[in-house]
């Protein structure tokens, strides 16, 4: 195991800040259609901000391999695209009413609209990744968006029940730590980087977005609306057992707090069980500690995946950034 010290914040995004820039004008510049209301909503969505940690992650992984070209900024503007065409479904299929703190996209230009810039979005990401003229990373894109709409499709058909944790950790995979592993594998597959290679750095993405997605769920019910920046509890307001609530579920819980649980998951709402009643139940349990700590190992995993990684200020940042992932507020 390396004995290389973790990064901190200012020095990742010191050493990465003119290829995230150069990534935010390639995404502007491809965001660009001459149907105006798809220019419109693509720029509303880019400019709402967001870690931008996928191409991040896909710059660190070429970069670390020792890779400087600019198919690394063309790919990550797409794996960035590639993430905003998902949230804009994402927004359309919850009937989102905000996102990052302003309101969602479909609440301003309407669904029929922000489905087909969403599907655009997609396709626009494919048209760029093809001017890399790289079959594997063709495939990868291909497989991911797969697994992305499974992913969705699979959490609409079990909305409203208690799902188990495989399920859960099946369903986090296809929706949030596919992207994360693949922007892994295209910074190592431009880097011309061996099989095991690029295995080794996808398992890092694998691990990293299993985290992320762990993380961001305990986020939805326990952090504030103010900092969270869209309504708190939405996931179960939606039907969504998350791995908190699985643990709770299926760990010590009384046979009163189940009910109370699967009420809500029936209800979708908190009018008959509130909020605080089932943050109450979490905390009794522990479960948001389960969760936390589940996160924790998913981050300690990712670390693990580079640890032979030759060292580099790159590596010094890939060993950080788990540590983001877990310990941020929204």
């Known amino acids: 195991m390396s004995t290389l010290a973790i990064a901190s914040a200012k020095e990742v995004f010191d050493l990465l800040h003119d290829?995230?820039?150069?990534i935010e004008r390639e995404f502007g510049a491809d965001a660009v259609?001459?149907?105006?209301?798809?220019?419109?909503?693509?720029c509303y969505l880019r400019q709402g901000g967001g870690k931008r940690i996928r191409p991040l992650l896909l710059l660190l992984s070429a970069r670390s391999l020792g890779f400087s070209g600019h198919d690394m900024v063309r790919l990550g503007a797409v794996v960035e695209m590639v993430h905003?065409?998902?949230?804009?479904?994402?927004?359309?299929?919850?009937?989102?009413?905000t996102r990052r703190g302003r309101p969602s996209a479909n609440t301003t230009w309407g669904n029929s609209k922000c489905?087909?810039?969403?599907?655009?979005?997609?396709?626009?990401?494919?048209?760029?990744a093809l001017e890399a003229r790289n079959f594997r990373i063709l495939d990868l894109l291909i497989g991911l968006t797969q697994q992305m709409v499974e992913g969705e499709l699979l959490q609409m058909e079990r909305l409203g029940r208690a799902i188990s944790a495989d399920e859960y950790n099946d369903l986090i995979y296809r929706k949030t730590a596919c992207l994360f592993e693949v922007s892994m594998r295209i910074g190592a597959v431009l880097a011309g980087a061996s099989e095991d290679r690029e295995q080794a750095m996808g398992e890092y993405g694998r691990?990293?977005?299993?985290?992320f997605q762990i993380v961001d769920d305990v986020l939805d019910l326990t952090a504030s609306e103010e900092v969270l920046g869209k309504p708190v509890a939405s996931d179960l307001r939606e039907g969504k057992?998350?791995?908190?609530?699985?643990?709770?579920?299926e760990n010590g819980s009384t046979a009163a707090e189940r009910a109370a649980i699967h009420t809500?998951?029936?209800?979708?709402?908190?009018?008959?069980v509130t909020h605080d009643e089932i943050l109450a139940i979490l905390r009794r349990n522990h479960s948001v500690e389960f969760a936390m700590n589940e996160a924790f190992a998913c981050a300690?995993?990712?670390?693990?995946?580079?640890?032979?990684?030759?060292?580099?200020d790159y590596k010094r940042a890939l060993l950080w950034v788990p540590d983001f992932v877990v310990a941020r507020e929204k």
């Open 19 to 22: 290829d995230l820039e150069a």
């Open 33 to 42: 259609s001459s149907v105006e209301a798809i220019t419109e909503i693509s």
């Open 84 to 97: 905003t065409a998902t949230l804009v479904h994402d927004d359309i299929i919850d009937a989102a009413d």
């Open 115 to 128: 489905v087909l810039a969403g599907d655009w979005l997609y396709m626009q990401a494919f048209r760029v």
């Open 207 to 211: 691990n990293l977005g299993m985290a």
């Open 241 to 249: 057992a998350t791995l908190a609530v699985i643990h709770a579920l």
């Open 264 to 272: 809500v998951l029936t209800d979708q709402d908190f009018s008959r």
């Open 300 to 312: 300690d995993a990712a670390r693990s995946a580079i640890a032979d990684l030759p060292d580099s």
